[in-house]
Structure formats: structure tokens, C-alpha cells
């Protein structure tokens, strides 16, 4: 039997919940909404919501974070510089060069609890159809 998918949207789990809002918050530039503190925070954008919450205490072993978690968080970024620099105030500075592939630039980045940000800068030229 078929379903239907109403929405879907990625969420966090955290003990370090204020950390990791302010980073976010610092980084994306908006108030997270809705936002129940220390418990839930939304932020939103066009094809993005992404939530953040504390875990119960008697489930949160379940959200121990592991750093070999193969799930990233790509934005895409109209200036690689102007985010790279936005990250170095917030105090977590890409690791590493910035890399150009044939889809354009992307460099590597980790919120406040270890996952990773691919920030990418689309290539203009591949965006143009033929």
C-alpha cells in the first residue's frame, strides 16, 4: 500500500541544545520559529526545515553522536568567502581548502557537536543548459 509524504525536514538532536541554536542562529541569520527553549527550535527556508531538539533524558542514549555519521547538511551559498567568514566569527573555521569539482566550490565545515556542512558554491556554467 502506497502512502502519501506530506513534508519532510531534518532534525537534530542535542544536549547542547543553546550551543548549537546560537550557532545556527548565528550562521543562517534568522530566529529560529517556532521556538520552545531548551526543548524545540525550527529554522526555516525554500526546501529546508530544520529542527532541533533536546532529548528526553530517558531516551537520550539513543543520540549519543558518533563521528562516523556519513550524513552532512549541504547549503548552498552565493559566496563561499562570505560563509567562510561568517563561520570563522562564529568560531568553527572550515577545515581544510576550498575544493572546486565540475558542479563548482565546496569546503567542509562541523556545527558545535561534530556534523558535517558541505557548503557549496554552484558553478554558473554548469547550471546553464545547453
Do not use: W
Not at 526543548?39 to 532529548?55: D, K, Q, T
Not at 552565493?78 to 570563522?88: M, P
Not at 568560531?91 to 558545535?112: K, V
Request: glycine share 6%; hydrophobic share 40%.
Amino acid at each position: 500500500m502506497a502512502f502519501h509524504l506530506s513534508t519532510a525536514f531534518l532534525t537534530i538532536a542535542t544536549i547542547d541544545f543553546d550551543d548549537l541554536i546560537a550557532f545556527y542562529q548565528g550562521l543562517l541569520t534568522q530566529e529560529p520559529k517556532p521556538l520552545t527553549p531548551n526543548v524545540y527550535a525550527e529554522f526555516n527556508f525554500p526546501g529546508l526545515r530544520l529542527a532541533i531538539f533536546r532529548p528526553k533524558d530517558s531516551n537520550a542514549s539513543e543520540f549519543n553522536h558518533s563521528a562516523n555519521s556519513s550524513m552532512s547538511i549541504c547549503l548552498e551559498v552565493d559566496s563561499l568567502e562570505e560563509v567562510i567568514a561568517k563561520l570563522e566569527e562564529l568560531g568553527h573555521a572550515p577545515q581544510g581548502e576550498i575544493m572546486t569539482a565540475s558542479h563548482g566550490r565546496e569546503i567542509y565545515a562541523y556545527d558545535p557537536i561534530g556534523n558535517r556542512l558541505i557548503l557549496h558554491q554552484g558553478d554558473e556554467k554548469a547550471k546553464v543548459s545547453p
